[in-house]
């Protein structure tokens, strides 16, 4: 499965993104998809997942109640809006995608990972 993230750039602080991950992996459908972040001199961390069964969604505390996952599965593209950035929010964004439907928010989880693509929020 490969998967190309795309969607980043540079914003001010209060601004909004959306990101899109897609796959040429006509069965995507069957996969949980989950994005990523790699903040400068820091690990990867979770973001935000959608679960493949039933499309339940996990965000971080980091994002929740401003940010939104989401599926096309027609168009074999997941999404993440993030509203009200905040320089925090800068890093490396990545998708990944899972054929379990567990442990979701863990980077173990996922098998497949795109190549990332550059948020960066200016005060």
């Known amino acids: 499965v490969q998967l190309q993230a795309s969607g980043g750039g540079l914003v001010q602080a209060g601004g909004s993104l959306r990101l899109s991950c897609t796959t040429s992996?006509?069965?995507?459908?069957?996969?949980?998809a989950g994005w990523f972040r790699q903040a400068p001199g820091k690990g990867r961390e979770f973001v935000a997942a959608i679960n493949y069964r039933d499309r339940s969604t996990k965000y971080a505390d980091s994002v929740k109640g401003r940010s939104t996952i989401s599926r096309d599965n027609a168009k074999n593209t997941v999404f993440l809006q993030i509203d009200s950035l905040k320089p925090e929010d800068t890093a490396i964004y990545y998708c990944?995608?899972?054929?379990?439907?567990?442990?979701?928010?863990?980077?173990?989880?996922?098998?497949?990972w795109g190549q990332g693509t550059l948020v960066t929020v200016s005060s």
């Open positions: 990944a995608a899972s054929p379990f439907a567990v442990s979701i928010t863990e980077e173990r989880t996922y098998d497949y």
């Open positions: 992996e006509r069965n995507f459908r069957i996969y949980t």
